[in-house]
């Protein structure tokens, strides 16, 4: 079973960047197609961002132009780069394997945006 650790999260305030990063512990996760995911109090988890295997790249809607996922398969990391970020990008962000996150969560990384 692979294991996913993400760190980098912090308080930043509106326009600002922070940068994610998600290690996962096992051989097979250069395999994965891969993503970042996020939950907000209240609401349910969402997919942000995906990464192939190819390094073909999806975004939410509501982080277009503004994130952006790389990944790097020989160190087994998958990364999130946000700019201009707002507070309704609060959340704590997940990293897990895509569409589905069929792995076992991490305990993810708090992301808080405000002034």
């Known amino acids: 079973q692979v294991q996913l650790v993400e760190s980098g999260g912090g308080l930043v305030q509106p326009g600002g960047s922070l940068r994610l990063s998600c290690e996962g512990f096992?051989?097979?996760?250069?395999?994965?197609?891969l993503g970042w995911y996020r939950q907000a109090p209240g609401k349910p988890r969402e997919s942000v961002a995906q990464?192939?295997?190819?390094?073909?790249?999806h975004y939410a809607e509501t982080v277009k132009g503004r994130f952006t996922i790389s990944r790097d398969n020989a160190k087994n990391t998958v990364s999130l780069q946000m700019n201009n970020l707002k507070p309704e990008d609060t959340a704590v962000y997940y990293c897990n394997t895509a569409p589905y996150g069929g792995l076992t969560w991490g305990q993810g990384t708090q992301v808080t945006v405000s002034a």
């Open positions: 096992g051989d097979i996760f250069k395999l994965y197609i």
């Open positions: 990464i192939t295997t190819t390094e073909t790249t």
